[in-house]
């Protein structure tokens, strides 16, 4: 691996155990670092580079116009997540009400920012969550729902609760992810809410979340390693990565985590996702794709071994 020139593998062509047993399709991939988004288009149209990931969602429909260049997109178990300052760790206080949560909530056209803002959204294959948690996972279950869009019902909540002219807020985005935090920052002003977004690398996130930073987060997670509902709540609301200071929430994560029958720990979870509903603490904004950008004479296959997950071996030429 170079810093400049990239990293090369190969395959390793003396295996011989199992034929079939996640042989690479490619024989040798070279991965470049390119980290500007029309250097990386610039070098697919002529030919520089094969293939492009993670292709936001303005760049994969332009690209898409173009001679020799295909466009794949294929569903995972990640997902794009706002989670609130309820407990009151910032100086920013205005979070701990519930009508201002609820109000930045209801101030989000998820529709219209998934269908063209959020990779694979105007495919189809990323959705609207309406859970903190996907359903496939175990003691994944729900009954009520977050609040609906409703920009008028945002600003008359903001005003019932003493910010009738609105309030700052510092916004911290994980970098990837930068232009669906744009979008939804451009919603919460349009009802007073003067969001400043700060886009940030994973290490910087995770040492400002855990420190107590973060008035309003957002981060795409990887939920397909975790397929288990009490892994994804002590990720988010466990030690200190807690911004509920909810009792219930607190209370369910342990009855969860000690019941083994997946019936009754559903039940259990149910009150535990309901409540971050009902309170606002927290939102599953929408599930997230992984868009392709590759040369005609390329394939992108699903995993054969990880669903949710994509790698250097599922890649095939025609």
Known sequence: MDRNKGVIVERFEEYKANP???????KRVHGVPIPDRQSQAAELLTGGIDLIQNVPADNARDLATKPGINITTHPTGAFIYIVMDAKGRTKNKAMQDRRVRRAVLMALDRDKIIKFIVPGGDTGHSKKMMGFCFDYMVGCKYSVDPPKYDPAGAKKLLAEAGYPNGFDLEYTVFNPIKFVGEAIAGELRKVGIRTTVK?????????????????????????????DSGNLLDTFFGGPRDYTGSDVVHQGMKDGGAEFDPVKRAAIYEKVFNEINKESYALAFSSLSTVFAHSKDLEVLPDRLAKGAYFINDYKWK
């Open 20 to 26: 079939q047993y996640m042989k690479a399709l490619v």
């Open 199 to 227: 886009p940030v690398t994973i290490g910087v996130f995770y040492k400002t979340w855990v420190g107590g930073k973060t008035e309003m987060v957002s981060v795409n997670y990887p939920a397909f390693t975790f397929p």
